[in-house]
């Protein structure tokens, strides 16, 4: 079975500059997150949604920060403007109905590293 | 405001059994945790899943004790290769509806 494929794996910008990651979760997976991961701290959640809606965004930055999944599949996150402190991997994961809620595991993929200078 | 600690490190020798604790809010009777093992540069990995008082899988064991404030990963016979971070993953349901990570435990296994 295929896992999580996320793209790109490492992206260098600029601060100000912009960016887009792109994820396509476990096929049949209707839950997908993304989830910010800054050196040697835990992941944070940032925006969780089921099929096409949002779940939870509460600790999304709105106003540099925004995702999208189209058809309740792939998703992209998108930042802009970049500022230095957005330097971290970004992982993007996806589980069966409500995840953990239900008894159903959140897989990840590999991660997106991004550095911003 | 929910939170999920655990031990910043641990040391161990190769052949030995591990356990590590995650200390989170008393959650309710059926709010899972979840464990992953993280290597550098690739995503969490899933080890094992639980809500009762203990769960064993072909790797890993997870016991949950009755007061519900903590959970401890029970890794038999660790070796070399064990060597990475593990995290909790808490699922808080009711008002709560949170899932939380926690600190992360660098395991370090010696020969």
């Known amino acids: 079975e295929a896992g999580v494929a996320q793209s790109p794996r490492y992206k260098i910008i600029e601060k100000r500059q912009s960016v887009a990651f792109w994820c396509n979760p476990i096929s049949g997976h209707a839950t997908l997150y993304w989830y910010q991961q800054i050196l040697g701290q835990g992941p944070k959640l940032l925006i969780q949604?089921?099929?096409?809606?949002?779940?939870?965004d509460s600790q999304l930055p709105k106003d540099r920060f925004s995702a999208e999944r189209l058809k309740g599949v792939d998703s992209t996150l998108k930042i802009q403007p970049a500022k230095l402190e957005d330097s971290a991997v970004y992982l993007c994961a996806s589980s069966l109905d409500l995840g953990p809620y239900s008894g159903n595991t959140i897989y990840f993929g590999e991660g997106s590293w991004l550095t911003v200078v | 405001l929910a939170k999920t600690t655990q031990p910043i490190s641990m040391d161990s020798y190769e052949g030995q059994e591990v356990n590590i604790t995650c200390s989170h809010n008393?959650?309710?009777?059926?709010?899972?945790i979840t464990w992953y093992q993280q290597f550098p540069s690739q995503g969490p990995r899933f080890i094992i899943q639980g809500y009762k008082t203990k769960v064993t899988n072909e790797v890993a064991s997870l016991f949950i004790p009755a007061d519900r404030k903590s959970s401890t990963l029970s890794l038999p016979r660790v070796s070399l290769s064990d060597t990475a971070v593990y995290y909790c993953?808490?699922?808080?349901?009711?008002?709560?509806?949170?899932?939380?990570f926690g600190t992360g435990t660098l395991l370090a296994v010696q020969p």
């Open positions: 993953l808490v699922a808080y349901g009711g008002a709560t509806n949170k899932l939380i």
């Open positions: 949604f089921q099929n096409n809606g949002v779940v939870d």
């Open positions: 008393n959650i309710a009777t059926n709010d899972y």
